[in-house]
């Protein structure tokens, strides 16, 4: 145990930089393009009034300074203040905040969705190896992971909201029905990836000895399946949760805006179309520290259930 | 030619695995027989041909506005195959000339960061050491974050238009690229050809093009394909949150986006851009899959 816990103190140390330079990078994505205060400064502002707004927000200091001062500013939970239209003088801090709750609704239940039809199936397919029931499995599998979440999205509201009429179309007006087709959206997608990883993986556990083994004392195929195999199997699916955070958080952008969901990728799409750099920024770096920390998650959990890994 | 010049010329053709004329003999011979790569070539090839032909097929034009009401919204019909948009626009000339914006977008976006990819994985690679230290730390930044993220933030911060996506995406993906080749190189340069050559006295750019690269070039080759697929999703989906391709320019991901408005009296404005979509993005990823297969089976860890 003393090895795991070295091993995630470890990790833990060397994503602060990787934090830090991202922290950099969202920095000098709006730093150097263009002039922030160009959008921000009322039209037909003339070039005093320019400069004095230059100067109440600090752009006219040099590029070190005003990356110290984003840091330290940051570090006390002051992410600037929202210049767009519907969200001016509010500061980006408590924007995230109030929106963030509805993200991780969303990923939570994509998550579910996506493990509960993933997982299942995988299992089926890899039972059934080059059965007409795998192949189709597997055109599933390409057709899903090929297609774009946001025509996906688009297909699912046709059918559900338009023909059928069961499910409201956008926003949270509905309560819970409301983040039924966005979370399923997100979760078909990567179902299709969790579908092969689980087929891959217990196509080979099956075959090892050990199960061979098991058979031969005449156990019943299903519980050298889900007593047995499953146990072994299951886990490269589970390891890969951590990573999985890092494709929900991309596909989240897109599939609420899809939907009018209200949560950091809807805030990040209307921050971008109002050029809201302040805001584009939290909302960047509050994915981007999201994507890291399920990075983080997923080698803690690796090295959890595999000790090789923190040995070496 | 020194005698020199030429023993080193000899070696370069002389590889266990890869070259260019072992790859693409492996490639036409083994890949005739699967079938993935077969119908993923098949689909690229109409789309291909479809998107080359658009201006010259009486499709009408894709950006012209219809001022008549009357000619807006229609549905599928035989002048219009795919119906009208909201602006009585031909639905199926717009998919044809956004096949155009998006094959040139992925394949040009795939290019850059490949030659971004190369440069980097063959230096790190090569040289190992600290130089290896430093670029990985680079490369494993970039592959940390789901590339469609990091094009958004970049095209977002370069504001929207069709050069500044081609760029976002290129800066966004390369670090696949990187890694592929950086694990080859740090093989490839431990093999006796490699020695040999320096031997001879070759210098380390000469040693890492022409022996270590060619021998990188099936796994470059599938990443491509994929990756093709992967720019093209990138690039609509920026396209639909209004930060990609810019209208008038017709482009899937703007077509949809404008269709969801129109989803109960006018469902094929959001339909017909996405079945071409899913066509390409499948064929790019077919082929792929396929060659994968075909050419390196120990690859398929590669992707989940």
Redesign the interface.
Known sequence: MADLVSYVVRKIMLAIP?IL??TLI?FL??Y???DPIASMAPPHADPAEMQQLRVKYGFDKPFYEQYGIFLWQMMHGDLGISVGRNTKNLQVGDLLVQKLPRTLELMAIGLTISYSIGIPLGIFSALRQNSIADRSVMVFT??A???????LG??L??LF??RLGWLPAEGTIGGFASIILPAMTLGIGNAA?TT??MR?SMLEVIRQDYITQLRSRGLPEREIIFRHALKNAILPVIT?IGLDI??F??GA??VE??FSWPGIGML??NA??NADFPL?RGC?LI??IF??LG?LMADIFYAYVDPRVRLG | MSPRKSLNDRLATWKISGGFKQTAADILERGGRNKMVLIGFAVIAVVVALALLAPVLPIGSPTEINADPALAERPPAWNHWFGTDERGRDIFSRVLWGARVSLSVGTLAVFFSMMIGVVLGLTAGYFGGKVDYFISGVID?FW???A??LA???A????PSLSNVILAISISYWAGFARLIRGQALTVRERQFVEASRALGAKNRRIMFTHVLPNCLAPLIVWASIGV?DAI?IE??LS????GTQPPTPSW?YM??R??SY??EA?WI??FP?VA??FT??GF??LGDGLRDVLDPRM?GLR?
Request: proline share 3%; no cysteine.
């Open positions: 990787v330079v991202a969202v994505l709006i150097l393009t263009g390409l057709v992971y090929a297609m774009p979440s946001f025509w688009i297909l509201m046709m909201v338009v990836l092969r990883m891959s890969v890092g494709w958080v991309a952008v897109v805006t899809v990040m799409t971008i179309s584009v960047i994915l981007a994507v890291i990075n | 930044l940390t974050f789901p469609f993220l958004l933030a970049f977002a911060a370069l504001g697929a999703t609509s989906s639909f949150l209004g930060v991901g949809l986006q269709g969801i989803l109960e469902p959001a339909t996405g979509m899913l993005i499948l990823n077919l398929k989940r």
